[in-house]
């Protein structure tokens, strides 16, 4: 991002290429929808590109990302209120199980994102960058705008929450 940041426009291919497919996934999460989370990772990047110049250089890019992304879901959200889009189930399970557990997978990826739509979205959003995307709390914090620690307290309020509901319902495998 320094290269580019700097005018080395060939460098913005780099930068997608790392980025995009963990943006993706957070961006599905979120809106619930490929072809949404598609258009929203466009409108990061374009977004990203019209701000590079007061990208920090020397600093870690993906926090920066992360808000920017944050920022295109929470204004698509806004605009669209609380109607809940129409996505198959087949948009909300990870693509990276293995033929052998592809079906455990997907059940239980069905039931956390179940269980991850009855937490408040506080909460939920922590979940998602700290435990999912394996941000940092300070880097999450970041992203969201609050406190680290708020970050942290949310992010575990979330996992036992999902691990209680996990626990009651008879699974072996909870979040941890």
Known sequence: MNRYAEGEESAFAEVYDELAPALHR???????????AEDLLQQTFLNMHRA????????????????????CALTWLRREGSRKTEASASEDTP????????VRATELWKKMARELDKISPKLRESF????????????????????????????HRATLRLRMRF???GEREAPR
């Open 167 to 169: 626990t009651r319902s």
């Open 128 to 155: 998602l960058l700290v435990r999912l995307e394996g941000l940092t709390h300070a880097e999450a914090a970041y992203v969201l705008g609050i406190p680290a620690s708020t970050v942290k307290l949310r992010a």
């Open 95 to 102: 693509s990276e199980a293995t033929a052998e557990n592809d």
């Open 52 to 71: 590079r110049g007061r990208f920090i250089g020397g600093s870690r890019v993906e926090p920066w990302a992360y808000a920017i992304a944050h920022s």
């Open 26 to 36: 957070y961006l599905r999460r979120i809106v619930r929808s490929e072809s949404i």
